[in-house]
């Protein structure tokens, strides 16, 4: 049974649809382009939540028609699943989640990527990010940090 609640509505998926597409290129960038190459690309996401959107009632359709149950599963992945299936692969991701239910689920999730450098850490993202910051070498490492807080309306989502 998740932990992460349900939330969100249609820019959700229009947020994390963005998201993909921007890692996606992001990566690209750094993959192709040679003097890009030199760099360290990290993936940091600072409150991962469960890597999944719950859905609190499966839907009579989805049962009815089985062919809906990939675009049904696709729509269900958060930021942490998207960001890790992107191809080619950042060299790091940091994933921060305070919340220890959450956080045993994200855990599970990252389990599944083995191939993947991963750090999870239970945490308050605020010191968290400062931590990661103070040790961040900008010579030659360059990152995403997607910030998604969310109180009871989305009140901030940014990607840097």
């Known amino acids: ?95 921060i989640e305070k919340d220890a239910g959450k956080f045993e689920e994200l855990s599970t999730i990252v389990r599944e990527f083995p191939t993947r450098d991963v750090h999870v850490f239970k945490s308050d993202a605020n010191r968290a990010l400062i931590d990661w910051c103070e040790r961040l070498n900008c010579q030659n490492e360059r990152a995403v940090v997607f910030l998604a807080c969310f109180i009871r309306e989305p009140i901030a989502s940014a990607v840097f």
Do not use: C
């Open 1 to 95: 049974m998740t932990k992460q609640v349900a939330f969100g509505g249609f820019w959700t998926e229009q947020k994390l649809q963005v998201l993909s597409s921007y890692l996606t290129e992001y990566r690209k960038i750094f993959h192709r382009n040679e003097r890009a190459r030199y760099y360290q690309v990290t993936y940091l996401d600072a409150f991962a939540g469960t890597g999944k959107i719950p859905r609190a009632v499966q839907g009579a359709s989805l049962s009815l028609i089985p062919e809906l149950t990939i675009p049904e599963e696709e729509f269900r992945k958060g930021s942490v699943r998207r960001a890790l299936e992107v191809d080619p692969p950042f060299h790091h991701y940091v994933f």
